[in-house]
């Protein structure tokens, strides 16, 4: 049985992800494949997505003496 999506490690959801993305880049999949690979591809982003924010969350919070202080973290362009 497959683990689902809560159970995966970021790691491991970033390599499915990048399985269906060269499956698709591929070409050769009829389209009811890539279509179910897309739609999983889409949740493994938004998966991905979601940990990292947290992961960034979790960062900009630095504990002090004082208590919790916040800091932001610019994105690079």
Not at 23 to 48: D, H, I, N, W
């Amino acid at each position: 049985m497959a683990k689902a999506k809560e159970e995966l490690s970021f790691e491991e959801a970033m390599e499915k992800l990048e399985d269906i993305v060269e499956k698709l880049e591929e070409g050769e999949v009829p389209l009811e494949k890539a279509l179910q690979f897309y739609q999983k591809g889409m949740e493994l982003s938004k998966y991905c997505h979601d940990t990292l924010n947290k992961a960034e969350n979790q960062l900009t919070k630095m504990i002090t003496d004082e208590g919790e202080k916040t800091f932001d973290i610019k994105e690079e362009e």
